[in-house]
């Protein structure tokens, strides 16, 4: 089976950079993926690593460590539209089974 | 842009009831989902398919079972509604390895 995991809540400022962990256990692991998900709306897509190392796409960064098990969500020059649960998800086996995690519902305060 | 459609946005229900869950994708990707997200239970996989006619079990398919007749489309069934089967179920659709895309949820309430 797969087991994700991730912090429940985290809460930051404004402006400030916060960091998202993430660890798994999977076999037949084949990428990892990180989720934006506001109340009341669907998960939107943020970033995909498949290799080590650290992808960067604006504010956003996402780091794996297939070795590890490992990956984090790095968001910089954080406003307060960034409230929202950041979901950790695993695709493993042939049939691309997407596993998530239960979600870290980040609070950015003033 | 890829669009996923669900074919309800709100349902209520009977206990007992067959529940059809329809969801359609129009970019020909392989693989469908189906998910049911509780308050602090995250996403959780209910079944899968990666073709058509192919389908695999979730980490919780009991209750449940799906059909893929046809790529675009794949339907989640509730054979016998409970009230416990009460939640938010989204539907997702990937090409090979790629991001997932989702529809804006079916929120069913079994009475």
């Known amino acids: 089976g797969q087991n994700i995991d991730q912090p429940t809540e985290m809460t930051a400022t404004e402006g400030a950079i916060v960091q998202i962990n993430c660890t798994y256990q999977t076999s037949g692991f084949n990428g990892l993926f990180w989720y934006q998900q506001h109340a009341g709306e669907a998960p939107t897509f943020l970033s995909y690593?498949?290799?080590?190392g650290l992808e960067e796409k604006g504010r956003f960064s996402s780091f794996l460590s297939r070795s590890k098990g490992y990956s984090y969500l790095l968001l910089k020059e954080l406003q307060m539209k960034d409230s929202a649960s950041y979901l950790c998800?695993?695709?493993?086996?042939?049939?691309?089974?997407?596993?998530f995690g239960t979600g870290t519902q980040l609070k950015v305060e003033l | 842009d890829v669009k996923v459609t669900q074919s309800s946005r709100y349902l209520v229900k009977r206990t007992g009831e067959k529940v059809f869950l329809e969801c359609v994708q129009d970019?020909?990707?392989?693989?469908m989902f189906w998910y049911r997200q509780d308050p602090g239970l995250g996403l959780r996989l209910i079944y899968f398919s990666y073709d058509v006619k192919m389908k695999e079990k979730g980490d919780i398919p009991e209750g449940y079972s799906v059909s893929r007749e046809k790529k675009e489309r794949f339907s989640l069934i509730l054979e016998s509604a409970s009230t416990n089967q009460t939640s938010m179920y989204l539907c997702a659709s990937s090409f090979q390895t790629t991001e997932a895309f989702f529809g804006q949820g079916t929120r069913l309430t079994v009475v």
């Open positions: 690593n498949v290799l080590d």
């Open positions: 970019m020909d990707h392989e693989n």
């Open positions: 998800a695993v695709t493993a086996g042939g049939g691309n089974k997407l596993t």
